[in-house]
């Protein structure tokens, strides 16, 4: 390798390490993540150390919820509503990129003999004929219907 | 749909349904996400919505697609069956509305995309009793009330005792005239409903068909328990409220003391165990469960209390009984396991075993209660020393080849 190589591949590493840190490295969910999981895991690179992460459904963090965390992942307690939200990794004075990520409702109806299952992650309104009036089922929940029922499910 | 295409579509279904005879027996899994999609009306609107049919069980079906409901005629799809095989994860499906230039009533206005379960590979000729299975995803429209009107939402980032918990009070704009003053207070009530706080949010203003959200912190110097939050949000001199319960800490009870009285070697052993409510409200159905293990770790023995309620805030003991006929003096280890509300508390005893006592020391505790605090990632502890040596490494390599080139 030449020294002019050598060089450049030692300015490169030096770039990578002083990016590093000067930023709080992002590692998921990726930008413009769409998904139906409600506590997402958040995680970040970085040196080992006190972090806090902002989650804002406004791009400039107006009103953020903020969790301090000791360590390089974290997850919500509650599961976060469903929409749009944009997220960020502060370590002192060092932050990190924005980015957006989306959880969306998902509707999932299983069924299986004469029980339906709610495996989406919303609460379901059900509608079938032996069930009068709105009948709502929560995410994990089961009802027993007429196995030669027609059911329909929807986002309650 | 068109309603040609949906005319079309209900023909093919009645048709799929008088070709098939086994009423078989349903096993389905079928799903949509997401299972709604809002719009704010804006005359004439026209756009394209794509949402993913899920294939849950991952097997072959047809997905029979079509639209009901009040918008039903604003709605367009280029197909009405989507095939599934074993193979298929998911598969996006896309729609078009176009609105009409005027909608007279204010409020939610709905299309219902249904998505039907098919069986595929139907053979022709057999007749059916068949039950479908659907699932929905709804197009909401949302035509602005004439002018101020706003509903509201309450998310609470709730916290341990001594911290701040944040109300955050949100407010949806849903009227045609722009809100130039909102604000909310927050009175937050105790488990008898007694006031324990009134807070004030900041003003805001928000344009029409927009959202805003008011932070109020709170210092939550209050025992553990749940509270209930009651947000009156003023805008423009107009009221309206949200409620919401919430927790400040956790659930848990605190075991405080095993004892063991008027006993004998070979009779019954009456372990007293006593706990404390640190929760602000009741507690139901607390139970303890003891497993004595001998020296070498085996059970031996293994029993439980009655079960008791716990008023919040109070201590109250179990009883558990321990039949020691054949039960030899020494040493034992006890794991106490506490159940209370769905969870689990265990905890270590040294048991020392003597021909007119038992007595117990509390060793350590075992927590099953997983926390939702933050956590290190996989490496996190190596990472500190790789980035000093890497750090090391690259400034050595840098003067070694710089002064080598000179």
Redesign the interface.
């Known amino acids: 390798m030449s ?1 002019a190589a ?2 450049l591949l ?2 490169g ?2 770039a990578v ?1 002083l990016i ?1 840190l000067i930023t709080v490295p992002l ?1 998921s969910p990726q930008h413009k993540t769409y998904t ?1 999981e409600r506590r997402p895991e958040f ?1 970040w ?4 150390g006190e ?1 806090v ?1 902002f989650i804002d ?2 791009q400039k963090f ?2 953020p ?14 599961g976060l ?2 929409g749009t939200y944009y997220w960020k990794v502060q370590s002192g004075l060092v932050s990190s990129e924005v980015r957006r990520l989306t959880i ?10 004469n029980g ?1 299952k709610n ?2 992650n ?1 609460e379901l309104s059900i509608h079938a004929p032996s069930i009068t009036g709105a009948f709502v089922l929560g995410i994990n929940e089961s009802v027993e219907i ?10 309650a | 749909m068109s309603r040609q295409s949906r005319l079309n579509g209900l023909a093919l279904v009645l048709a799929l349904l008088a070709m098939f005879s086994a ?1 078989a ?12 999609t809002t719009v704010d009306f804006e005359p004439g609107l026209e756009k394209s919505v794509t949402f993913t049919i ?1 294939n ?2 991952h097997k072959s079906f047809n997905a029979f697609v079509y639209a009901e409901d009040e918008l039903k005629d604003y709605i367009t799809a280029e197909k009405t069956i989507v095939e599934f095989r074993e193979t298929d994860d998911s598969k996006p499906f896309t729609y078009k509305f176009k609105l009409p230039e005027k909608m007279e009533k204010p409020g939610d206005h709905w299309a ?1 995309i ?1 998505v039907m379960e098919m069986p595929a590979g139907a053979k022709e000729g057999e007749q059916v ?10 197009l909401k429209v949302r035509v602005p009330y004439p002018g101020k009107y706003a509903e509201f939402d309450m ?1 609470v ?2 916290a341990e005792p001594g911290a701040t918990a ?1 109300f ?1 009070v949100k407010i949806f704009n849903l009227g045609t005239e722009n809100i130039y003053k909102a604000f909310a207070t927050v009175d937050i009530l105790g488990p008898t409903n007694e006031k324990i706080a009134t807070l004030e949010s900041e003003e805001i203003a928000i344009e029409s068909k927009k959202g805003g ?3 109020i912190p709170w210092k939550a110097d209050v025992n553990p328990g749940t509270y209930h939050a009651v947000a009156t949000v003023n805008y423009d001199g107009k009221v309206g409220s949200v409620e919401k319960n919430f927790g400040v800490g956790a659930l848990r009870l605190e075991l405080l003391d095993v004892k063991v009285r008027n006993f004998a070697l070979g009779g019954i052993a009456k372990f007293e165990i006593s706990v404390e409510n640190k929760w602000n409200q009741r507690v139901d159905g607390v139970y303890a469960e003891v497993v004595m293990s001998d020296q070498k770790g085996d059970a031996i023995a293994s029993f439980k209390s009655a079960s008791v309620d716990i008023d919040p805030l109070q201590r109250s003991a179990l009883y558990a009984y321990w039949d020691t006929q054949g039960v030899a003096k020494g040493t034992y280890d006890a794991k106490l396991i506490l159940h209370y509300a769905g969870k689990t508390a265990e905890k270590m005893l040294k048991t020392y075993v003597s021909l007119e006592s038992i007595e117990t020391e509390i060793v350590g505790v075992t927590a099953k209660v997983i926390t ?6 996989p490496g ?2 190596i ?2 020393p790789l ?1 000093l040596i ?2 090391f490494i ?2 050595g ?2 003067f070694y ?1 710089r002064r ?2 000179k």
Do not use: C
């Open positions: 020294f050598m060089d030692v300015i590493l030096l390490l590093n590692v139906t995680a690179g970085g040196m080992q972090y992460l459904d406004d107006k009103t919820v903020t969790a301090e965390v000791s360590g390089n992942s974290y997850i919500p307690a509650k509503d469903f969306g409702s998902s509707v999932i109806l299983s069924r299986s003999g339906v495996d989406g919303a007429g196995e030669r029922e027609n059911v329909t499910a929807e986002q | 009423a027996v349903n096993a389905a899994a079928i799903g949509v996400t997401p299972g709604r899920i849950n069980d219902k249904v009793v068949m039950a479908t299975t659907a699932v929905v995803h709804q998310v980032q709730e944040t955050f959200e008011l932070t939702a605090r933050g956590a290190a990632g996190a502890d990472l500190v980035v890497l750090v690259n400034v390599w840098f080849f080598k080139k």
